[in-house]
Each structure stands twice: as C-alpha cells, then as structure tokens.
Nanobody, 117 residues
Framework: VQLQASGGGLVQAGESLTLSCVVPGSTFSRYALGWYRQAPGQGRLLIADINNEGRPNYADFVKGRFTISRDNAKKTTYLQMNSLKPEDSAVYFC????????????WGQGTLVTVSS
C-alpha cells in the first residue's frame, strides 16, 4: 500500500489546514486509522486515531483543535487542524492505528506542516 498524504504547507499561528491521506486498496474500511507526526529530531508520534466505526481519539495536546475523519468510499482519511501553533510544525503521516494493528503499512513521504509565529 502506497500512502499518499497531502495538504501540508506554511501557515501562521492560529490558522487552519486540512490534511488528506488516500489509502489505495480494498481493505481500507477494515482498519482503525491514525495520523502521526514527526518533528525534527523526534520520533513519530500518534496524535489522532479513528476506528472503523468512526469513533475518534486524540492526544491531549491536539484535543479540541484537530478533528480526524474518514471517508470509506473515497479510501481517504482527513485531519482538520485548527488554531495551529508553532509546536505543531512537523511532517504528518497517516497509517493504521498502531495500537489496533498487528502491522503497519509502509510509511509514505508524509506532508510537511510549518507554522510560523
């Protein structure tokens, strides 16, 4: 599976972005999905996940600002990010929810989000 995340860019603090990630293949709807991010010099961190019934879960530091969703017909997951902060700057990736999956898909290139102060 070749994951295709997009929608990143350079924004100012307080602005919004919506990321998208297309997951080709027929098994998309089976899996709980997650959005991850990796800041320079840090590990990849799960920040939001959504199960196959659409129930979301968030890391505390994005709760109330980010919204994860999925469209099974389009094989796409989204991450709506509001009230962005400079510390949200990172490369963002999608994949299966690491806590629900026996293995993950190969990581795509991710999409870079840069938030200026």
């Amino acid at each position: 599976v070749q994951l295709q995340a997009s929608g990143g860019g350079l924004v100012q603090a307080g602005e919004s972005l919506t990321l998208s990630c297309v997951v080709p293949g027929s098994t998309f709807s089976r899996y709980a999905l997650g959005w991850y991010r990796q800041a320079p010099g840090q590990g990849r961190l799960l920040i939001a996940d959504i199960n196959n019934e659409g129930r979301p879960n968030y890391a505390d530091f994005v709760k109330g600002r980010f919204t994860i969703s999925r469209d099974n017909a389009k094989k796409t997951t989204y991450l709506q990010m509001n009230s962005l902060k400079p510390e949200d700057s990172a490369v963002y990736f999608c994949n299966k929810d690491q806590y629900e999956a026996a293995d993950l898909w190969s990581w795509g290139q991710g999409t870079l989000v840069t938030v200026s102060s």
